[in-house]
């Protein structure tokens, strides 16, 4: 069998992506799995060094831009499209399923016209705008949240969860030891954030007093990698400051607390990993999904949540100390964290792919 994943841009779209590959590769080593993505997006990079063929096409995302951008992506939608058809007719596909991102509309309804199987996957609570789209048009539509459901057609729908890689979940989900102290890992999603990090750096010098016992991994995105490690350094802190971490499984692994952003995928990370987070939305997400996204994870005892609005170092420095003080609520946290995880996702959204494939 063949499949084509199409979309990424970030790592949100990206690893759900990769997950289902690797779970469709894992059932017959014979199967092939080729993505449709953009130079732009965090696949040019990432895609390769996994074994994994990219094929690229020129889109431009639609959603708050200027008028002149936005008819430069309006102008590039029938080329994205035809391109789009060259690649599935040379590939073809028994199945193309939209992770999201800009590459994820264009390919999907080329293979719909194509009368190619078709499906979409939805990470956040509150379905975006493409999603929404092409769901009026695939076959197949999985979504992460039991709430997510009535935004879509009932006979189209089915709760997956959200996909997470093999590596979480044939390695995660143990206790952490502490043993020796407290980690903390901080990232603001695969480009960084950097009201995130500038708070973190911020409140640095009330973390001094825990310095002996605290160990910090942080993800910076490159734009901030210097600040960040500067700030640490004038502090005394064991800190490991990185602009992106290619072993997050590891990273997850060690920790005792998360500080990110409430990226679905991060999320689904996090639950896969039965960690406890401060989860701190990005305000200027689509219709406010992350905010969405971190409130199901609030409401379930797993997290946290910060409001950027509301977010200052001495607030974040009193949630990180209450929760790495308080062994009882971490663990609690924790149980309930890895409760909420969805580790067979990507085994539910193959087998689905499968079937629709017949």
């Known amino acids: ?35 449709i993505g953009t130079k ?8 390769g060094p996994l074994g994994y063929e990219l094929k690229e096409i020129d889109v431009e995302g639609l959603m708050g831009r200027g008028i002149r951008a936005l008819m430069k992506g309006v102008y590039a939608i029938p080329n994205s499209m035809l ?6 007719k040379s590939f073809g596909p028994d199945v193309v399923i939209g992770v999201g991102g800009y590459a994820s509309g264009p390919a999907v309804m080329a293979a719909w016209l194509m009368r190619i199987p078709t499906a979409i996957a939805e990470q956040n609570a509150l379905a975006g705008n493409t999603n929404r789209i092409l769901g009026r048009f695939v076959d197949k539509i999985f979504v992460t949240y039991e709430q997510s459901k009535n935004q879509f057609s009932a006979g189209k729908v089915m709760v997956t969860g959200n996909p997470v890689r093999a590596a979480f979940t044939e390695r995660l989900g143990n ?19 950097a009201a995130i990090n500038k708070t973190v750096v911020a409140m640095l010098p009330y973390l001094q007093k825990m310095k002996d016992s605290l160990k910090i991994v942080h993800q910076t995105g490159e734009r901030d990698l210097v600040m960040v490690k500067k700030a640490y350094e004038q502090y005394g802190l064991d800190a490991r400051v990185s602009p992106f971490i290619e ?9 005792d607390l998360i500080i990110c952003r409430a990226g679905a995928t991060s999320l689904a990370e996090i639950t896969a990993a039965g960690r406890a987070s401060i989860l701190i939305p990005f305000p200027w997400a689509a219709n406010d999904h992350q905010t969405l996204n971190a409130r199901a994870m609030v409401e379930a005892g797993a ?9 200052t170092p001495e607030a974040l420095f009193a949630l990180v100390q209450s929760l790495l003080l308080d062994e009882r609520k971490l663990q609690e946290m924790e149980d309930k964290s890895k409760k909420s995880g969805r580790l067979d996702a990507a085994a539910k959204i193959v087998d689905a792919c499968l079937q629709l494939a017949v």
Do not use: C, W
């Open 40 to 47: 732009r997006g965090i696949e040019h990079r990432l895609l």
């Open 175 to 193: 206790p952490v030891s502490r043993k020796s102290g407290r980690q903390i890992l901080v990232f603001g999603g695969s480009q960084g954030a």
């Open 1 to 35: 069998m063949r499949i084509v994943i199409a979309g990424g841009g970030t790592g949100g779209h990206l690893f759900p992506g990769i997950a289902v590959a690797e779970e469709f590769l894992r059932r017959d080593p014979q199967n092939r799995a080729i993505f």
């Open 247 to 255: 072993d997050m499984v590891s990273a997850y692994e060690s920790s």
């Open 303 to 311: 997290a946290e949540m910060i409001q950027e609005s509301e977010l």
């Open 83 to 88: 391109q789009s058809r060259r690649i599935l």
